[in-house]
């Protein structure tokens, strides 16, 4: 494992207590690398809670027309003295309707204020702050519009990948346009130490995920960092006799690292310049 495992076990150069920095991320260099954000779930939706419905028109116009006919026939009666037994029923069914009516409109609850998800139009609450990574994904974007944390994600641990199979073979021509100048004469001389030692790094069954933490530039240079974490098994044996050094060849060792990568800003190609790994 590139730089915790084979790299610098084999040359005996582990740094101890800090646990590895190697390359060069600009000012961010002997900082430490932001962790990913832990999961939460999301939150339930609130409920929303329509304001009562108002009575509609026609309601209020068989209201009006049985009021206005109780009325009316009570005043006719008086005038042209029409039988009791005829107003009786219609003075009643009045007085139900009424009452009824006066009776909703008491029980209604109060309309309540709208979430804020169904507000008017500007009357919703500002939006939190940008964070520093999306601060920096806006800022790369400047120059590359089509910056992808996402797809640039995928692209780190390809990368990941790649350097460890060209770690196993000590081989890092085919690297050389992916890696900063320093980054690759970095690991040319650990190469060079593991081949004189005479020891061989086997790394097997990668199981690892990729999620950019910090993006931010500098100096005209675009940075990203992505946090690499996963498993694989990580050994090393004698060259000669193939026997076991260090590591298990069959026990998964856990991966937590962070690869940096920079370029010129704007459409230039990406190129690993730091890796680090924190206990």
């Not at 009666?77 to 009786?88: I, N, P, T």
């Not at 790649?162 to 690991?187: C, F, H, I, K």
């Not at 530039?217 to 006799?241: F, K, L, N, P, R």
Request: charged letters at 20%; glycine letters at 10%; hydrophobic letters at 40%.
């Amino acid at each position: 494992m590139i730089p915790a495992g084979g790299m610098w076990t084999a040359a005996g150069d582990h740094p101890g207590a800090n646990a590895g920095t190697l390359g060069s991320r600009g000012s961010r260099s002997h900082s430490t690398p932001v962790r990913p954000a832990p999961e939460r779930p999301e939150p339930s939706p609130a409920p929303v809670t329509a304001p009562p419905a108002p009575p509609t028109g026609r309601s209020d116009a068989w209201r009006g027309i049985l009021a206005g006919s109780a009325a009316a026939s009570l005043i006719g009666g008086l005038l042209f003295e029409v039988s009791w037994a005829v107003l009786v029923p219609l003075l009643i069914g009045g007085g139900v309707v009424l009452s009824a009516a006066l009776l909703r409109r008491h029980l209604a609850p109060p309309a309540q204020p709208l979430p804020a998800a169904v507000r008017a139009p500007g009357s919703l609450d500002p939006p939190p702050g940008d964070s520093s990574l999306d601060r920096g994904v806006r800022d790369i974007r400047r120059t590359d519009a089509g910056f992808d944390p996402v797809r640039f994600a995928g692209y780190a641990g390809m990368v990941f990948r790649d350097v460890q199979n060209a770690w196993m073979t000590r081989d890092l021509g085919s690297l050389r346009d992916r890696l900063s100048p320093e980054m690759y004469g970095e690991l040319q001389v650990r190469c060079e130490r593991s081949r004189n030692a005479r020891q061989v790094n086997r790394i097997e069954h990668i199981e690892i995920r990729a999620e950019i933490t910090e993006a931010w530039q500098e100096s005209d240079q675009d940075y990203v960092t992505a946090y690499i974490g996963g498993s694989m098994v990580d050994y090393i044996v004698d060259e000669v006799t193939g026997g076991l050094v260090n590591g298990s060849r069959a026990i998964p060792k856990d991966v937590e690292e962070f690869w940096t990568f920079t370029r010129p800003a704007g459409l230039n190609f990406w190129m690993l310049s730091a890796l680090q790994t924190h206990s």
